[in-house]
């Protein structure tokens, strides 16, 4: 991401319908991504493998209860290592979001634990990295992209590849301009996460910032 996130966009006639919609739109997969789609080889080349950090809102939707949660906060990434979700609002906390470990802190209490064998956390949390870092290669290795992009913003759909993945993720839904603006995760209970992000910045992070993963 020399800006952020991975692509899935709308052309010509369909653009507006998307567009005039958000990143809830099914129809954005009745557009597979094609190996010659010249809007994604653009997309793609305005990322970058950097370091990066964003405000972020963070709106939880519990299908069974018609609820939603709203948190706000901090987010990191640091390539290889993890993200770290630095929550302000509604109360601190946080998480960071590693390869082979997730660890939680609320107040004084810390929670370490070990999902090396979970093999749908695990693709999943690569999953999100990936899609910070504009690493698209192992993002086509474990999803069937889909994209669409019109008048500056896109759209990317990422659906598991993977049988055990699929039964609980069911799709994920990028939507950007110059940096990735959102992210959405359905889950097939009906559930769903939706990121919105501002203030995005790809840099190299600071000594107080890279502490954060040392907890």
């Excluded at 109360?91 to 810390?110: D, F, H, T």
């Amino acid at each position: 991401m020399s800006r952020i996130f991975p692509v899935v966009l709308f052309f010509c006639c369909f653009a507006a319908t998307v567009f005039s919609a958000d990143i809830y739109d099914e129809s954005i997969y009745s557009h597979p991504l094609q190996a010659d789609d010249s809007g994604f080889e653009t997309v793609k080349n305005s990322f970058s493998t950097s370091s990066m950090t964003a405000d972020y809102i963070q709106i939880k939707t519990i299908k069974s209860l018609d609820k939603k949660l709203e948190s706000s906060g901090r987010m990191i990434l640091l390539p290889g290592t993890g993200i770290a979700w630095i929550t302000e609002k509604p109360y601190a906390s946080k998480m960071i979001v590693g390869r082979n470990s997730m660890k939680q802190q609320v107040g004084s209490r810390i929670i370490t634990m070990d999902v090396s064998g979970n093999g749908i956390y695990l693709s999943i949390a690569e999953a999100l990295e990936s899609i910070f870092a504009g690493d698209f290669s192992r993002l086509e290795d474990v999803f069937d992209l889909y994209f669409v992009s019109s008048g500056g913003g896109w759209f990317l759909g990422l659906v598991p590849k993977d049988s055990n993945v699929k039964s609980f993720v069911h799709s994920i839904t990028i939507g950007g301009s110059v940096s990735i603006d959102t992210v959405l995760m359905r889950e097939n209970s009906g559930d769903s996460i939706l990121y919105k992000l501002k203030n995005v910045e790809q840099r190299k992070l600071t000594a107080d910032e890279e502490k954060e993963f040392s907890f």
